[in-house]
């Protein structure tokens, strides 16, 4: 059976591995010069910074990304980094606020500080514990949790409380997020508290460990699939830089709305399917600042003032704080613009963050190597708009209909962090599940 996948990035090369272990020897077709796409790292001056990770959650011994990475054998190539006791700080209203080293521990802090709310602060947890499991059974979607975070918190009074709570959705969709997904909601907020991680290396050593492993893999670079050609069986083949390849079966990985855009005819079941895709809203995007900062910065940090900004430390260099500064930031404001007004927009944009922050807390220099826009974002997805997630992961959205990695062409599937969920854990999820449509070949 000959398979493509479209797109090398984290999800792609994931797909390619499990379908190693069952046998198969797909084909990657990525259309930038390297794999990796926005969890790559790279360097300035020497300085190594990551692009799309920076921490998760789940790596805890025993948790979903770690048992998903040991299975791979991935664990032996990374060394996973713990914090020494919090990961975040929170500075919400001029108070300061440190997440603490478990979600028991967190529930404790929370209860001692808020004593007005004891009680539902432990019916809070609970019910995060329920939907906190994390399962690549297909089975496991049918039934939908419809909830909200706004549904899940009504008996919640304390508007700090909320907001600290609504940190935690600033890690796949924005920051104070009611109508998140509670259930979601609940697999971040649970597995951030107890299983928060870094990688020594960033997202460039999770790719690297993925391409190392790969052994019957054909990955093809600067190679951009244009169309994707089906018949009344199903998809046929694509065709890329101008050539038409045949093949059994096409997993995607970029955008949906971007999939579905390159085939020539849909019959009408297929039409409603892509009109539900179009619909869909998207993720924010956001304006990173990539800086080394004379000040030691140990946890990451981020202000909910007027507007979100946070800080993200990932390593020392000479004495120095390599970190990420990340900002809101939209991608109307740049799709139309010249080059020349691109990087006035840009050097704007970036002085300005950079004065908010030196206005929030004492920094001391910041020395700025590179920064990114929502156009970037755009250029390394190949998504929409510049979405740092994808599809936005609302209730509502959810609700309505979650995309699974069987679509509504036969022998097209979908991968990556628009379907299921988005980040790391929705990568790892999403190519789970999607391995059950693909019967482990007899050696």
């Known amino acids: 059976m000959k398979i493509a996948i479209i797109g090398g990035g984290l999800s792609g090369l994931l797909c390619a591995l499990m379908l190693e272990k069952r046998g ?132 919640i009074k304390n508007e700090t409380l909320r907001k600290i709570f609504l ?31 870094k990688v020594e290396g960033g997202g460039g050593a999770i790719i690297k460990a993925l391409t190392d492993s790969l052994l019957r893999t054909s990955i093809y670079k600067r190679s951009e699939v244009t169309k994707i050609l089906q018949t009344s069986e199903g998809v046929s083949g694509l065709i890329c ?20 855009k390159m085939f020539d005819e849909l019959d009408k079941k297929q039409t409603r399917y892509k009109k539900h895709i179009d619909a869909l ?47 809101g930031s939209y991608y109307s404001e740049y799709e139309n613009l010249s080059k020349e007004e691109y990087k006035i927009k840009k050097e704007k944009e970036c002085a300005y963050h950079l004065q908010r922050v030196q206005k929030l807390y004492n920094f001391g220099n910041i020395e700025v190597l590179d920064s990114s826009t929502p156009m970037t974002k755009q250029y390394y997805s190949n998504g929409c708009e510049g979405s740092i997630y994808g599809v936005l992961c609302s209730a509502k ?15 097209l599937y979908f991968a990556g962090e628009n379907i299921i969920a988005p980040g790391l854990i929705g990568a790892f999820l999403g190519a789970e599940i999607l391995m059950n449509y693909f019967t482990k070949l007899e050696d």
């Not at 140990?298 to 500064?325: C, H, Q, W």
């Not at 959205?397 to 069987?406: F, T, Y």
Request: net charge negative; charged share 25%.
């Open 397 to 411: 959205q959810k609700s309505l209909s979650v995309l699974m990695p069987r679509t509504r062409v036969k022998n």
């Open 281 to 327: 809203e998207e993720s924010p995007s956001f304006f990173s600042i990539f800086c080394l900062i004379d000040a030691e910065i140990k946890l990451n940090m981020y202000f909910y003032e007027d507007e979100f900004i946070s800080v993200l430390p990932s390593r020392t260099y000479e004495g120095k704080t390599v970190a990420t500064i990340l900002a």
């Open 167 to 197: 940190h935690f959705t600033i890690f796949y969709a924005t920051e104070f997020y009611e109508k998140a997904s509670f259930d979601f909601y609940a697999k971040i907020f649970i597995n951030m508290l107890d299983g928060t991680r």
């Open 241 to 260: 830089n101008g050539e038409k390849v045949e093949y059994d079966a096409i997993i995607s990985t970029v955008h949906p709305k971007v999939t579905m």
């Open 24 to 155: 198969y020897s797909p084909t990657i077709y990525e259309r930038l010069p390297k794999v990796g796409g926005v969890l790559d790292s790279f360097k300035r001056k020497k300085v190594l910074f990551d692009v799309g990770f920076h921490y998760s959650g789940a790596l805890a011994k025993n948790q979903y990304l770690y048992n998903s990475m040991e299975s791979l054998d991935l664990l032996n190539k990374l060394k996973l980094q713990e914090y020494e006791g919090s990961f975040d700080t929170i500075y919400i209203d001029g108070e300061i606020f440190t997440i603490a080293e478990s979600s028991v521990a967190f529930k404790e802090q929370l209860q001692k500080q808020f004593k007005d709310e004891h009680q539902n602060i432990e019916n809070f947890f609970q019910k995060c514990y329920e939907a906190s499991v994390i399962s690549s059974k297909p089975e496991n979607f049918v039934t939908i949790d419809s909830r909200s975070l706004q549904d899940v918190m009504v008996d």
